[in-house]
């Protein structure tokens, strides 16, 4: 079945420092998805990115698609303490599996003052 | 975007029971399904629930272990059965479709089961 691999596990950083987190699906993706879920909470949805090649930004974070729509990666600028949390990517394939999400391991922000 | 009201949030239960968990959106939505979360982990899907009709289970997980009800649009339950400590765990709820960009989350069901 599709498997979808998220590194890093963990990264801490000094809040100030960039931060990036890459997603990799064994399968080719109709969509990519990220979603951030702060501790104790529940995941949210940041973006969908559906074109080979697509990059979208939201303020301080970059979100990419790569062009054979297999991998993601997202990057924040300049991090601060209000990114903690954990980053998790989500693949979407098409046929069957319609509608289903696919989700990565997960990266553990962890921004230090 | 549409609002999910998940419920309960959290339950201690005795093994060998059964819990319901009802997930109710504010508006009409397309697709459904229900995650299972491990503490740290990454989401696990248990099953799309379909309107009027059977759900349609991930490997691993059974009816009759995880039964799911959607009788309209807006609203589904999950119910885990014959619980174990096992089961322990976070369920949640997600919807897309209608007016939900992306996949909207309930605030989760924190099981455990002693």
């Known amino acids: 079945g599709q498997q979808v691999m998220q590194i890093p596990q963990y990264q801490h950083v000094q809040e100030g420092e960039d931060f990036t987190t890459y997603c990799n699906s064994s399968?080719?993706?109709?969509?990519i998805q990220w979603y951030k879920q702060r501790p104790g909470g529940h995941p949210v949805f940041l973006i969908q990115?559906?074109?080979?090649?697509e990059v979208k930004k939201q303020k301080r974070l970059t979100f990419q698609f790569g062009e054979a729509k297999k991998n993601s990666s997202l990057h924040i600028t300049a991090t601060q303490t209000t990114d903690v949390g954990t980053y998790f990517c989500?693949?979407?394939?098409?046929?069957?599996?319609?509608?289903?999400?696919?989700f990565g391991q997960g990266t553990i922000l962890t921004v230090h003052p | 975007s549409a609002v999910i009201s998940q419920k309960p949030s959290r339950d201690i239960c005795q093994r060998g029971t059964s819990l319901t968990i009802q997930c109710q959106v504010d508006?009409?939505?397309?697709?459904m399904f229900w995650y299972r979360q491990q503490p740290g982990q990454s989401l696990t899907l248990i099953a799309t629930?379909?309107?009027?009709?059977?759900?349609?289970?991930e490997s691993g997980f059974v009816i009759d272990k995880f039964p799911i009800s959607r009788p309209n649009l807006t609203f589904s339950t999950l119910t885990v059965s014959n619980m174990s400590p096992e089961d322990s765990s976070i369920y949640l709820c997600?919807?897309?479709?209608?007016?939900?960009?992306?996949?909207?989350f309930g605030s989760g069901t924190r099981l455990t089961v002693v």
């Open positions: 629930a379909n309107q009027g009709s059977e759900a349609t289970y």
């Open positions: 399968t080719t993706l109709s969509n």
């Open positions: 508006s009409q939505v397309t697709m």
């Open positions: 989500a693949g979407q394939a098409g046929g069957t599996s319609y509608g289903k999400l696919t």
């Open positions: 997600s919807v897309t479709g209608g007016r939900v960009h992306g996949y909207t």
């Open positions: 990115l559906v074109k080979s090649g």
